[in-house]
């Protein structure tokens, strides 16, 4: 039977894990090195549907489920990370940004570790064009059937990101949309790094943070949906390789 003392040490960790995200090991010297402290931490996450993760210095309480209270609805991230203005289909569209941020990062969803060390914003951006584009291929139809399968607005993200670019008779114009995208990846860099999942590294330089590398290892690309996700942006990109290594 568990002593007192080792339930009150767990739940003061516990309590500090809920309130701030995360607690450095060395202020948690005894989750590091007692079993039974740290089973009590991951029993009182688990009741709130959310787990303990481990990494580098830092220990971490992430939700699992929407049902969580720590979960970050949409309303919270449209009055936290986007623009007052900003409509539902901004939500989507910041949800394919972190989507395709983390697909460059990573050959395909069985690949552990990551490919790359950093991207830039711009690289980002020319990286989601790329991915756009590569959904109009799919065709409105296929796209539907997917919308049903995902929950996924493809289509409505298609059309508000065409949006901001739908005049086109002058650079001067041009530029001026092609800045309002790349507004809308520096929302997607804001979100990324107060989550603690995007660190910057340099001049214009991301890099993926140990907390999102063991998310993605341990919970993202094992949750089917999200490879699903992954399959229909980058899919078509792995069948035209496979066909052009065909005709060799």
């Known amino acids: 039977m568990l002593n007192q003392d080792t339930v009150i040490e767990a739940f003061k960790i516990f309590a500090k894990l809920s309130a701030e995200g995360e607690v450095k090991k060395s202020d948690a010297r005894l989750f590091v090195s ?4 740290r089973g009590l931490v991951s029993q009182f996450a688990g009741e709130v549907d959310c787990t303990i993760l481990s990494a580098g210095d830092d220990i971490f309480m992430v939700p699992l489920t929407k049902n969580s209270i720590y979960h970050l ?9 986007l623009p007052s203005r900003a409509l539902n289909m901004d939500i989507y569209i910041l949800y394919l940004l972190i989507v395709v941020f983390i697909g460059e990062f990573y050959d395909s969803y069985q690949t552990p570790e990551p490919t790359r060390d950093f991207i830039s914003t711009t690289s980002w951006l020319e990286s989601v064009n790329e991915r756009i584009e590569g959904l109009k291929q799919l065709g409105e139809e296929r796209l539907k059937e997917l919308e049903m399968t995902f929950e996924y607005n493809w289509l409505g993200i298609i059309k508000r990101w065409d949006a901001m670019d739908n005049i086109k008779e002058n650079v001067v114009r041009q530029t001026a949309h092609s800045n309002v995208r790349l507004s809308h990846i520096n929302h997607a860099k804001k979100f990324l790094i107060a989550q603690k999942l995007v660190q910057e590294i340099g001049m214009d330089e991301l890099a993926l943070t140990q907390k999102a590398k063991v998310i993605v290892q341990k919970y993202y690309m094992e949750y089917e949906y999200n490879r699903g ?3 229909v942006i980058y899919g078509m990109e792995h069948q035209e390789g496979e066909a052009h290594a065909n005709d060799l």
Not at 34 to 37: G, I, K, N, R
């Open 34 to 37: 007692d079993d039974e402290v």
């Open 73 to 81: 609805t949409n309303d919270q991230i449209k009055r936290d990370y």
């Open 229 to 231: 996700i992954l399959e």
